[in-house]
């Protein structure tokens, strides 16, 4: 049985790997093979899911395809090309990546786009999986500067979720995808949390002041252009800020916990972990 992985180089489909039982019988789909991570076992083919004719070396006698396409305004032209070879490969199952609320009235540019790809999966006539998580809380690294925590999203709470539970969640499917057939999941973690009560809990986790600034759209948006972002990709973070400002992203289920019999990871257990990489050190 041959798994594909495609966006092997990210820090979602990272997480999965590291999640696997066993990367035997698994394939990287990487654009740069220099980049490709060292992995026992592992098949490594270069091709990229925009370029449609790269990609049948990969697909070719792939069972199942862990499918996480890039943030961006071609996100469905690479799902499209992916489900096709998919299609052409005779692959049996696609896990796919979404994203949190997709939908033709999500209130983002990505949710909207997302939706497309969702639907277009579940009349491709393959059996698939699709997976939802909330908001990363790994988005919130480097976000604590000279004892502030700077963030877009308001006061409003959300059910953000660890990236390594995403992880955790993608392989257990992966590895019994007939027992998740046709199912759509949307992962969050325990408790929703807004960022005030987050700078709270960081001071008591770390012991020294955190305090919130909220930063409006403008600001979220400006300030990710400043850090190197592409303007589609900072427009449509700061999208997502306006939304759970709103109160949309406060919400939280039970997937991952009815899937996996244990609770996500908390916030407390994300901020002691990765203590350094929030501050920015």
């Known amino acids: 049985m041959t798994t594909l992985i495609t966006g092997a180089t990210g820090a979602v489909s990272g997480a999965l790997l590291r999640s696997l039982p066993t990367t035997d019988g698994v394939r990287l789909l990487v654009r740069d093979p220099a980049q490709a991570p060292d992995l026992p076992g592992a098949e490594v083919v270069v091709g990229d899911l925009e370029q449609p004719r790269t990609l049948g070396p990969a697909f070719d006698g792939a069972d199942t395809v862990w499918l996480l396409t890039a943030m961006g305004p071609q996100a469905p032209h690479a799902s499209m090309n992916a489900v096709w070879a998919a299609r052409q490969a005779g692959v049996r199952h696609i896990v796919r990546m979404s994203a949190v609320g997709a939908g033709h009235d999500a209130p983002t540019r990505n949710g909207r786009l997302h939706a497309l790809s969702d639907a277009e999966l579940m009349a491709s006539g393959l059996r698939w999986t699709i997976i939802r998580p909330h908001f990363f809380m790994q988005n919130l690294f480097g976000s604590v500067n ?85 303007d589609w990709i900072a427009a449509v973070n700061a999208e997502y800020g306006t939304a759970y400002a709103r109160g949309w992203g406060d919400f939280t289920t039970s997937d991952f916990p009815d899937v996996m019999g244990r609770p996500a990871r908390s916030f407390g257990d994300f901020a002691r972990d990765y203590a350094d990489r929030i501050r920015g050190a």
């Not at 709470?157 to 995403?166: H, K, L, Q, Y």
């Not at 992962?187 to 986790?205: D, F, N, V």
């Open 146 to 230: 000279g004892g502030t925590l700077y963030g877009g999203l308001g006061d409003g709470r959300v059910g953000m979720i660890d990236v390594r539970d995403i992880g955790d969640f993608a392989a257990r499917v992966l590895t019994e995808p007939q027992s998740h057939e046709g199912k759509v999941y949307t992962l969050t973690g325990p408790a929703g949390i807004s960022l005030k009560e987050a700078a709270e809990r960081l001071q008591l986790i770390y012991g020294t002041p955190v305090d919130y600034h909220a930063l409006s759209e403008r600001e979220a948006y400006e300030a990710m252009l400043g850090a190197g972002l592409p």
